[in-house]
Nanobody, 122 residues
């Protein structure tokens, strides 16, 4: 079993930055793909970015050029650096992991964290 614990969320003003962390524990050797999703009130969950063991990192169009996903295999942690935050980035951000790459839908991931709130004020 794999456990994912997110941290780093909070309240910031537009234009500021945050870095989210997701620490994985358990059978982490099974994890090929890790990613970040977000869900804003009244909206569907969307994939923000994901990183595979091969290093591919497709980003959502809305965050390209502002967000960066990275993975530290020694620390078993994945990060999401979020710069130039905007009010429409406000959401609960979820870390997710998959045993192998299957796609970018939520159903393609096997494990989930509890979520961390990011709120961006204007």
């Amino acid at each position: 079993q794999v456990q994912l614990v997110e941290s780093g969320g909070g309240l910031v003003q537009a234009g500021e930055s945050l870095r989210l962390s997701c620490a994985a524990s358990g059978s982490i050797f099974r994890l090929n793909t890790m990613g970040w999703f977000r869900q804003a009130p009244g909206k569907q969950r969307e994939l923000v970015a994901q990183v595979t063991s091969g290093g591919t990192t497709p980003y959502a169009d809305s965050v390209k050029g502002r967000f960066t996903i990275s993975r530290d295999n020694v620390k078993n942690t994945v990060y999401l650096q979020m710069n130039s935050l905007r009010p429409d980035d406000t959401a609960v951000y979820y870390c997710a992991a998959a045993k192998y790459y299957r796609g970018s839908e939520g159903s393609d991931f096997d494990y989930w964290g509890q979520g961390t709130q990011v709120t961006v004020s204007s």
